[in-house]
């Protein structure tokens, strides 16, 4: 047994020396700070106790993912988060909203260290037996269930569903004509658009607050001559200023509660309007940095906006009964995402605190979480679009983007994810109307001598947990193998997915059959098309950068991450490989070229 604070690095250090010192390796962390008697009374009143309770969660887990996964390199670790109310499964509910920093960084763990599993599971106050026995079992069952809760002795796992909207009752928008309304991130370019509608067909007064103060007006046109950023702000306040309504701005720390309020009560008295009609929560920070690189500061930092920051806000109306309160969030929050993970965390919680307004105060409460709009806000210049997209995150465009946000708040969506690919595997995997994408599947050949009795298999199985399942049967011709003679699991699994094996291409020549080999020893499969998309086949932007280093190994050209974004394929690769090791054999030639002599393609 060993003691340590929760919040400080420097412990867990010094608990990995005395596990080393007797040659203990950790296979297995089971994280019990966050299971405690939680009533559900006791409201957080103050951003220092908010803050605080951060000390047991989200960075003890950083502590503890940082010392062994940086100690044990390569050694396969289960970890499993076991906490109390930290999940609201019907309504009215109590949540913890707290805890709710943890699922967002959770989930971001094994994408940037695939040896590592994670769970959250969220227990009821139980028998110590009881309880015990579900963690023991948790630990050993081997789905890839990421957020597991029990309640009434059910197992329920997280998931999706697809919202048919136009069969849903329709409401009035929750808008006033001349109503009152505070934007944080207000001069962003979601923001800015947000606004241009309410001032149009309102006729709203808003209080736009960011973190950058605006220079004395004075001083405007020089900086609009000189362009940049903040001249982008000016012009974005110009412009909004000129539409009806009245817009203020003011910069100021979205989580300094006390500077908050001065400025909300000061543009109150001005316009002589006794209290704000409601709050959209646009402001984040999203800094990309690999959990093993990130610091209690640097995760502080991105966690303020939304963690600390939501509070201020929702203190600023939550007397208010019926006053709008629409938070703007992200998918990180339920996906994860790698080199995101402190954004991520930041939305879960935000995802959930959501929840909480909707259930335990009178606010009228909405969350929309974004997947990401297109060449706006923080979405802007990202060069990742098509990692995004390949797991089945799309752009949003201004008008689509709009258009669900009016929609979702129509219809009375309490929580919406916007830009979902629907048909894509990443997704159809975690919606309920899904055909049994991870079903347990028995194959089988008879070679002609009649076919076995599979009504067992159909109609008498259990799962780890002792709940009724089922088993596909499927008869094949012959079962494929590997070179060694095994059955090809691999194979198997593609084709239960719907992938056409016959359609796969082969390489075609040693380049491809190398790059092929890179990307099955990375990605763990066991056959690579030329055409078969890097993404689609389970990478990620950290497995992409250790195939970039493999294939400059291997070729000793100069590849970039870039490269592999653009030409995610086999085929692709191999032919920009072919056009640097032209470019190479040409580069003592001086040749004149005329722009006809080069192929479209090649430009």
């Known amino acids: 047994n060993y003691i340590i604070a929760p919040d400080v690095g420097e412990d867990y250090q010094k ?11 950790i296979g297995a962390i089971i994280h019990l700070w966050h299971y405690d008697n939680y009533t559900g009374t006791g409201e957080i009143t103050d951003t220092e106790t908010l803050e605080t309770a951060q000390k047991t969660g989200i960075y003890s887990l950083l502590f503890i993912l940082q010392i062994f996964s940086n100690h044990q390199e390569n050694y396969p670790v289960r970890l499993l988060y076991v906490a109390s109310h930290s999940q609201s499964l019907n309504p009215k509910e109590a949540i913890a909203y707290e805890k709710a920093t943890v699922p967002g960084l959770l989930k971001t763990i094994p994408m940037e260290i695939p040896h590592w599993h994670c769970r959250h599971l969220d227990l009821p106050q139980d028998s110590l037996e009881v309880n015990s026995n579900r963690i023991l079992e948790e630990l050993t069952i081997d789905a890839k269930d990421s957020e597991v809760a029990y309640r009434d002795g059910e197992r329920w796992v997280s998931g999706l569903e697809k919202v048919d909207l136009p069969s849903k ?3 009035p928008l929750p808008f006033k004509a001349g109503g009152t309304y505070l934007i944080s991130g207000g001069l962003g370019g979601i923001g800015v658009e947000i606004a241009k509608y309410l001032l149009e067909h309102y006729q709203a007064k808003l209080l736009l607050l960011g973190r950058t103060p605006l220079p004395d007006s004075n001083s405007w046109e020089t900086y609009l001559q000189q362009g940049g950023k903040l001249a982008d702000k000016i012009k974005a306040y110009q412009q909004l200023q000129q539409l009806g309504g009245e817009v203020i701005y003011q910069g100021v720390d979205i989580g300094h509660q006390k500077a908050v309020q001065e400025v909300v009560q000061q543009t109150l008295s001005g316009w002589q309007v006794q209290q ?7 402001a984040g920070l999203m800094q990309e940095r690999f959990l093993r690189e990130e610091t209690p500061e640097s995760l502080a930092e991105v966690l303020r906006p939304k963690l600390i920051g939501t509070l201020v806000l929702h203190q600023l109306v939550e007397k208010q009964p019926k006053s709008l309160f629409i938070n703007f969030s992200s998918i990180n929050g339920f ?16 995802d959930a605190f959501s929840y909480y307004q909707r259930d335990h105060s009178q606010l009228q409460s909405y969350c929309l979480a974004w997947s990401m709009w297109d060449e706006m806000g923080m979405s802007r210049g990202y ?10 995150y799309l752009a949003v465009g201004l008008s689509q983007g709009m258009s669900s946000l009016l ?5 009375d969506q309490p929580y919406l994810m916007v830009g979902l690919d629907g048909s894509n595997l990443n997704i159809r995997r975690l919606t309920s109307t899904s055909d049994n994408l991870q079903q347990l599947t028995a194959y089988f050949t008879t070679n002609g001598k009649g076919k076995p009795n599979v009504s067992v298999l159909e109609s008498q199985l259990q799962d780890a947990v002792g709940k009724p399942s089922s088993c596909a049967v499927v008869e094949l011709a ?11 699991i691999g194979l198997l699994r593609e084709s239960n997915l719907g992938r ?4 796969r291409v082969k390489p075609r020549n040693e380049t491809e059959q190398q790059i092929a080999q890179i990307w099955q020893d990375l990605l763990e499969v066991s056959q690579v098309g030329i055409y078969d998309n890097f993404f689609e086949l389970g990478g990620n932007s950290l497995l992409a950068t250790q195939v970039i280093s493999r294939l400059r190994q291997a070729f000793g050209k100069e590849l970039t991450l870039q490269d592999l974004f653009e030409y995610p394929t086999v085929a692709g690769i191999t032919k920009n490989i072919e056009v640097l090791r032209q470019l190479a054999q040409k580069e003592n030639t001086f040749i004149y070229e005329t722009d006809e002599d080069y192929e479209e393609e090649a430009l």
Do not use: R, W
Request: proline residues 3%.
């Open 15 to 25: 608990l990995y020396q005395c596990l080393g010192a007797e040659n203990i390796q």
């Open 169 to 171: 009752p329709k409401q």
């Open 276 to 282: 704000l009609d409601g709050v959209i929560h646009l």
């Open 335 to 350: 996906f994860g995402g790698t080199t995101v993970g402190a954004y991520a965390g930041a939305n879960s919680f935000l």
């Open 383 to 392: 060069q990742m679009k098509q990692l995004t997209q390949a797991k089945g």
């Open 407 to 411: 929609a979702g708040l129509c219809h």
């Open 478 to 488: 012959e079962m494929p193998l590997t070179e060694t003679g095994e059955i090809d």
């Open 500 to 503: 056409s094996t016959q359609e």
